[in-house]
């Protein structure tokens, strides 16, 4: 079983930043996993944000996010980031962070919450205009 925990959300003014960390607890190592990311809104579907490949920092980000929100690992500290600027009004939602063992061609990103396997919580970021 892997344990995820989210961190690092708050309450933000429109034009600022966040960055949200992903931590695995036991002896769990996160580069084994693509991870992904994904949000959920008041009265709103969850809904894929991006993720970042197991063996290579490749990443991929939804376009309403491109060029705001980027995806890193650090390995050493068995942590996933989400940093996130310029941050909008309908960024606001909880965010929560997943993991994926499978492995996928080059090409592919999965995006789709059923394939991934193990979830955190999520942490509120709220952004006020």
């Known amino acids: 079983q892997v344990h995820l925990v989210e961190s690092g959300g708050g309450l933000v003014q429109a034009g600022g930043s966040l960055r949200l960390a992903c931590s695995a607890s036991?002896?769990?190592?996160?580069?084994?996993?693509?991870m992904g990311w994904f949000r959920q809104a008041p009265g709103k579907e969850r809904e894929f944000v991006g993720m970042?490949?197991?063996?290579?920092?490749?990443?991929r980000v939804v376009e309403s996010v491109k060029g705001r929100f980027t995806i890193s690992r650090d390995n050493a500290e068995n942590t996933v980031y989400l940093q996130m600027s310029n941050l909008k009004p309908e960024d606001t939602a909880v965010y929560y962070c997943?993991?994926?063992?499978?492995?996928?061609?080059?090409?592919?990103?999965?995006?789709?919450?059923?394939?991934?396997?193990?979830w955190g919580q999520g942490t509120q970021v709220t952004v006020s205009s």
């Open positions: 997943a993991a994926d063992r499978s492995s996928y061609p080059g090409n592919y990103y999965p995006t789709s919450l059923r394939e991934y396997d193990y």
């Open positions: 036991g002896h769990i190592f996160l580069s084994d996993y693509v």
């Open positions: 970042i490949r197991k063996n290579r920092p490749s990443t």
